[in-house]
């Protein structure tokens, strides 16, 4: 369990990782190697599909390129966004959250923009105190585990549910609870309780074996509600330049991902074997079946309901640029058109 940290903290070890990660590799290359960060939970599946069957290289080859793909993990919005503007990475993996702050950051510069979707899945706030029941129910003792600090989706979908509550003035009211924590580190506290950490706003599935392996853990708060349905919570991006450089590199990660939702779709349970040999993965077999066969969750690759955050978040103010739709911040591309 990791003991209570700053952003400060977090953000120097994020850079760490990020040098670690790509020593010696030019923040542009030739079409021939791919770098993605990924982080941790069933939301990442497509990627871990697409890894293991070897997706993104088969469609290089179509594309008359053999990729290499080099993966890394990383933990929280801030940790994938340093190692992103640093060049170590050429594709992110991370909450519309993030995506929205790097591409504010970036607008007219290195013009970062979501790719991909990953899917929706709904992300629960979690608590393993009984008195807590809404989110007004949380107080000064109280402390919420997410993956980072007020930038990633589970802080910004947070904070868009107090706006609801309290109104947009107050919508930062319960950033002084948060806390970034892994989510494996934050689930296993939940779990275990007695720890300083008595929530967690998490994703599959480290809130389903919270639910299931403490009888005190409940659903405070479910994403999809605050969002008005179901949504895209982690979505994948990329810098202007990488996708202008590397355009059959970016074709062939764009049509790789799609490979691997409808091989998801269509065999869940294999897509869970391979979640578990990916991520060397203790959870319960059955449970990570029943996550992926959820019907609340669908796997495909164009972004859904993204666009109410990002107006609420240019609302309160943490972006400047106004977004005047969801394609403000994705690449255009055929196998995103219907999203929203």
């Given at each position: ?217 409940h659903i405070v708060l ?40 409808r091989f998801v779709t ?75």
């Amino acid at each position: 369990m990791h003991s209570r940290q700053g952003k400060g903290a977090w953000r120097s070890l994020a850079a760490a990782l990020a040098l670690s990660i790509g020593a010696g590799v030019p923040a542009v290359h030739a079409e021939d190697t791919l770098r993605i960060a990924e982080q941790y939970g069933v939301v990442y599946l497509l990627l871990n599909v697409a890894r293991d069957q070897k997706f993104i290289e088969q469609e290089g080859k179509k594309q008359g390129i053999d990729i290499k793909v080099d993966w890394a993990k990383l933990s929280g919005g801030a940790s994938i966004n340093d190692a992103l503007l640093s060049g170590s990475i050429d594709i992110a993996a991370a909450g519309v959250g993030p995506l929205l702050t790097i591409w504010d950051r970036t607008h007219g510069r290195q013009n970062v923009k979501g790719v991909a979707s990953l899917g929706n899945l709904p992300y629960y706030l979690v608590s393993n105190d009984p008195r807590v029941k809404t989110i007004a129910d949380f107080s000064e003792k109280d402390r919420i585990a997410v993956p980072a600090v007020g930038v990633s989706v589970q802080s910004r979908v947070l904070q868009y549910a107090a706006a609801k509550q309290w109104g947009d003035k107050q919508y930062d009211r319960l950033d002084k609870l948060t806390q970034a924590v892994p989510h494996p580190d934050a689930a296993a506290a939940i779990i275990a309780g007695g720890t300083e950490i008595n929530a967690h706003f998490g994703n599959p599935p480290f809130q389903q074996q919270e639910l299931a392996a403490n009888p005190k853990a409940h659903i405070v708060l479910n994403s999809y509600d605050v969002l008005g349905g179901p949504s895209s919570a982690t979505v994948l991006y990329a810098t202007e330049k990488f996708r202008n450089a590397n355009p059959k590199t970016y074709r062939a990660f764009v049509d790789g991902l799609a490979d691997a939702a409808r091989f998801v779709t269509q065999h869940p349970e294999d897509a869970a074997d391979i979640y578990l040999r990916v991520n060397q993965a203790k959870i319960d077999r059955n449970l990570l079946v029943k996550v992926i066969k959820d019907p609340a969750v669908q796997f495909k690759v164009a972004p859904q309901n993204t666009f109410a955050l990002a107006q609420f978040m240019h609302r309160v103010g943490v972006i400047k640029n106004e977004p005047k739709s969801w394609q403000d911040y994705f690449f255009s591309d055929p196998a995103t058109k219907d999203g929203s």
